[in-house]
């Protein structure tokens, strides 16, 4: 009964290039949550997908950032020409209902590094 | 929107200790959920409320979802090492839930 699985768990890139992030949900959660964490700092929403849905993206950046959810296959997080900013662990959680009344599990992240 | 203020921000504390953190909001909120982040990793659920004046717990941790709906404690008794790292509250209501912003606890041994 595997939790959330993210990878890769660390990934370093040099500006401009791009990063991809995959998340697959737990087995038989259909919601999806991408959350950015700066160092000794809190979650910071960037955006909810359901399959093939984007609900609620306010929290991610205008530019360079896309996520997407396909009926097939993990979550992804894009970020396209990285700079160093971007650097931040990210964190993809899933949930069963849409107000995740049952919470939310968590995956251990993926830290990225620009150089 | 709705936000969560967390208190205190930061915690050092002894071992053996008993820690009170606490969450509150001009909001209402149908649940509230308590989490704990360990350094290096995701946020693991420890204890999910789901009725105002409910109080539940989770070996040393107990967790009260206030009356008026809009806060939330969380207790930890006799604290040992393995407590450290960072507690989040988590406010669901007819909107996105919405996390606190984190209280770090450190227990010296």
């Known amino acids: 009964n595997a939790g959330v699985m993210q990878n890769p768990r660390h990934l370093v890139r040099r500006r401009g290039q791009e990063a991809r992030l995959r998340c697959s949900p737990m087995?038989?959660?259909?919601?999806v949550y991408w959350y950015r964490q700066l160092p000794e700092e809190g979650l910071k929403f960037m955006v909810y997908?359901?399959?093939?849905?984007?609900?609620?993206e306010s929290g991610m950046p205008k530019e360079r950032f896309s996520a997407e959810f396909p009926k097939e296959g993990p979550s992804i997080l894009r970020i396209q020409q990285v700079v160093r900013g971007d650097s931040a662990a990210y964190f993809c959680a899933s949930s069963t209902n849409v107000e995740g009344a049952s919470g939310y599990t968590f995956g251990s992240g993926t830290r990225l590094t620009v150089v | 929107g709705q936000q969560l203020n967390q208190s205190p921000q930061s915690m050092f504390i002894q071992e053996g200790e008993d820690v009170s953190m606490n969450c509150t909001s001009s909001s209402i909120f149908n649940t509230w959920l308590w989490y704990k982040q360990d350094p290096g990793e995701g946020p693991v659920l420890l204890i999910a409320?789901?009725?105002?004046?409910e109080l539940t717990s989770n070996g040393r941790l107990t967790a009260q979802f206030g009356i008026t709906r809009k806060d939330s404690f969380l207790n930890i008794s006799a604290s040992i090492p393995s407590d450290v790292g960072i507690y989040f509250c988590q406010g669901g209501g007819s909107e996105k839930l919405v996390f606190g912003k984190g209280t770090k606890l450190t227990v010296n041994p």
């Open positions: 409320l789901y009725k105002a004046g």
């Open positions: 087995k038989g959660h259909s919601h």
């Open positions: 997908l359901q399959k093939e849905n984007i609900i609620d």
